[in-house]
């Protein structure tokens, strides 16, 4: 339990940490054996969004949380590939013109880009029944409550009381001002929800308490809202090559962020707390 704990707290830090190399490469080929064959453009453009790039943060989130409940690899890596293909679909829609209208992601196009936007919003859509498929699975989990608990668990993470709230939100705030507690409520659903989701999941999997099993939760929507102040930073720190996607969108979209709201050593800061948050919720 010890060095998984450790682990996790490694990841808010080093997120692209090379001690991870294995694991993604296995996240890698479990994510080619899930998707379609690439025979359509649809399967194509799946393919396209979710293969052969980002940090994999919340798939490592399960693992690690799997491994301090001793649950086998091959189950975590399962529901760790679903969550990062739920993740690549918020991730379409989220680029969309009528969302953020980005053009980079990843150091890609965009899927509408590099398609077009039917195509785009349609792989978005089957991605979705897809991650659920595999929650379904036996061969996921062989009981059938822990694949309902985690198909319950995620719903909620990412419907109308999370990610999808999270990102309602923020198309809402362009042009508004906004105060700290409305950043850290957007933040929650668009971000700090599926990362919550990702460390409860490995308990789910082990059978954990219902009280391990909240503290997961919420050492995961900390450092989600964590990540969100980094993309923050990073939005005005540094370019386009080097984030790889799109940045200065906030800016453009006058949106009040993390940066704009507290400045650069504000939200700084604010990361900082929610770091020692954290690792105090992950230690008891």
Avoid: C, W
């Avoid at 062989?142 to 668990?153: A, F, G, M, Y």
Wanted: negative net charge; charged residues 25%; proline residues 4%.
């Amino acid at each position: 339990m010890v060095k998984s704990q450790q682990n996790l707290l490694n990841l808010i830090k080093n997120p692209t940490s090379a001690g991870y190399a294995p694991q993604r490469l296995l996240i890698e080929d479990t994510l080619k054996d899930l998707l379609p064959p690439p025979t359509t453009t649809l399967a194509r453009a799946m393919a396209f969004a979710t293969l052969g790039g980002g940090k994999r943060l919340r798939t490592l989130m399960v693992l690690e949380s799997a491994a301090a409940f001793g649950v086998p690899q091959s189950q975590a890596l399962k529901v760790g590939a679903a969550v990062e293909i739920i993740h690549s679909y918020s991730l379409i829609h989220d680029d969309l013109p009528a969302m953020d209208n980005a053009d980079l992601r990843r150091g890609k196009p965009t899927i509408h880009r590099q398609f077009d936007e039917a195509t785009a919003i349609l792989a978005g859509d089957a991605l979705i029944p897809l991650a659920f498929e595999i929650f379904s699975d036996p061969k996921t989990h062989p009981s059938p409550e822990v694949r309902l608990h985690l198909i319950t668990s995620l719903s909620r993470a990412i419907g109308a009381e999370g990610l999808v709230i999270g990102q309602m939100r923020d198309l809402e705030r362009e042009g508004k001002t906004e105060s700290h507690s409305d950043l850290l409520q957007v933040s929650l659903g668009k971000t700090g929800a599926l990362f919550g989701f990702s460390t409860e999941a490995g308990g789910i999997l082990g059978g954990a308490s219902v009280e391990d099993l909240q503290n997961l939760r919420k050492f995961g929507e900390l450092y989600g809202i964590a990540f969100q102040i980094q993309d923050d930073l990073l939005d005005v720190e540094v370019s386009s090559v080097v984030s790889g996607k799109t940045t200065g969108r906030d800016e453009a979209l006058n949106k009040t962020t993390f940066v704009s709201a507290l400045g650069i050593e504000g939200a700084r800061k604010e990361f900082e707390n929610l770091i020692t948050q954290a690792k105090k919720i992950i230690s008891d």
